[in-house]
């Protein structure tokens, strides 16, 4: 399973040495780092992004914690982190997605204090040992939060309320229509009714629609990330020792049933609009 990782430092030259020791890691086989990014948090509070590498598919994931993490420290010192995950407007929105834990986020707030650096990764392995004892002897804190299929559960999700929502709104329409035949009563009510009702109709079906758009988008963008983590790792264990090419064997096995789970999750959503849009 990949990991997200943000290792904090009281100044920036020992970042940066902290990205050559996570760089050194990976080159030993220690771990497998898919990005990386340097992060630098001002006097005021604010987060900047100094340096990211990773770019493509394999920098989706960091790239979306790096600007999670901008937008989170945006505002003004000290602001309650419970606030801000349950925001999802700009860079916070990213971290809503990327599904990171409250606890994560208060000990990533509570560690990068202003005036500190901090380098992020999103990166495998087997044991935490490797990189807790580099980072230890730069003085670094370490951050940990495993990365889950939380978009595609959150996607499955709402599409589950919005097909529900529009069977709902379908039947009341269907009665509704029923009940005007009966009556012959109220017409300019009832077919303002009709009207609110089939405008809020195409208003949910519209938004099914998107889902469906966005669920073949992340199919397609999580077949890009394993192959790209696929091609990342096999150049890892180009001429390594046999120790470290079974590892890097493993890594690739969890890759692949990162994917599956999260195909399995984006491939029932997408069944659900669809079922819901044919109905």
């Known amino acids: 399973m990949s990991t997200f990782a943000v290792m904090v430092f009281p100044e920036e030259k020992k970042a ?20 990386t990014g340097v992060l630098g948090r001002a006097a005021d509070g604010r987060v900047s992004i100094l340096k990211r590498t990773g770019d493509g598919p394999l920098g989706t994931g960091l790239g979306a914690l790096a600007g999670g993490l901008v937008g989170l420290f945006g505002g003004p010192l000290g602001a309650a982190v419970g606030v801000a995950v349950g925001a999802t407007a700009g860079g ?18 509570e560690k990068l204090a202003p005036g500190a650096f901090a380098v992020i990764a999103e990166l495998s392995e087997e044991w935490q040992a490797p990189l807790d004892t580099r980072m230890e002897q730069l003085g670094a804190a370490v951050v940990r939060e495993d990365r ?16 529900a929502r529009l069977g709902e709104l379908r039947a009341e329409h269907a009665e509704r229509r029923k009940e005007k035949a009966r009556k012959h009563a109220g017409e300019k009510a009832e077919a303002m009714m009709q009207k609110l009702l089939g405008d809020e109709l195409e208003y949910e079906r519209r ?37 470290v090419r079974d590892r890097i064997e493993q890594r690739l096995l969890a890759a692949r049933k990162e994917f599956a789970e999260r195909e399995q999750k984006l491939t029932r959503a997408r069944e659900l609009t669809r079922e819901a849009l044919h109905a």
Not at 96 to 108: K, M, N, P, T
Not at 209 to 229: G, M, N, P, S
Request: charged share 35%.
């Open 16 to 35: 940066y040495e902290g990205l050559h020791a996570l760089q050194e890691l990976h080159a030993e086989g220690s771990v497998t780092v898919w990005g």
């Open 207 to 243: 938004k099914l629609e998107y889902a469906a758009e966005r669920t073949e988008q992340e199919i397609d963008a999580a077949k890009e990330e394993l192959e790209a983590k696929i091609a990342a790792l096999r150049e890892q264990a180009s001429g390594a020792t046999k120790e």
């Open 148 to 163: 889950i299929a939380f978009e595609a559960d959150l996607l499955e999700k709402r599409v589950e309320a919005r097909k």
């Open 92 to 109: 916070v929105g990213d971290l809503v997605r990327l599904g990171v834990s409250e606890d994560f986020l208060q000990a990533v707030q």
